[in-house]
């Protein structure tokens, strides 16, 4: 089994950055992933990264203020956000161990997850 523990999250003003911290048991599987949600609306994809080799993966992204990272030495995987926007209001997730293929981004696909942090935008 593994467990995710998310920390890092808190209320910004419109510009501001944040690290998110997902420490985990282990890196179980190939593939750990971001998600956010916004209570009433679905699960959105973030970012991913191949646990194996640290390649990142943004398909739902067209700007560079994410970055997805990992430290396999401490079993913890990282979002760095920037130039964070009020729409970036959301609780942010991490999850492991994809299960299947597919959208690497469809949460579906994810066997763990942690309790989730909030990040919150301010104008």
């Known amino acids: 089994q593994v467990q995710l523990v998310e920390t890092g999250g808190g209320s910004v003003q419109a510009g501001g950055s944040l690290r998110l911290s997902c420490r985990a048991s282990?890196?179980?599987?190939?593939?750990m992933a971001w998600f956010r949600q916004t209570p009433g609306k679905e699960r959105e994809g973030v970012a991913a990264?191949?646990?194996?080799?640290?390649?990142?993966s943004y398909p739902n992204l067209k700007e560079g203020r994410f970055k997805i990272s990992q430290d396999s030495a401490k079993n913890t995987l990282y979002l760095e956000m920037h130039g964070l926007q009020p729409e970036d209001t959301a609780k942010y997730y991490c999850a492991a161990d994809l299960v299947r293929g597919g959208d690497i981004l469809d949460a579906t696909l994810y066997r763990y997850w942690g309790q989730g942090t909030q990040v919150t935008v301010s104008s």
């Open positions: 282990a890196f179980a599987g190939k593939v």
């Open positions: 990264i191949f646990t194996g080799t640290g390649l990142p």
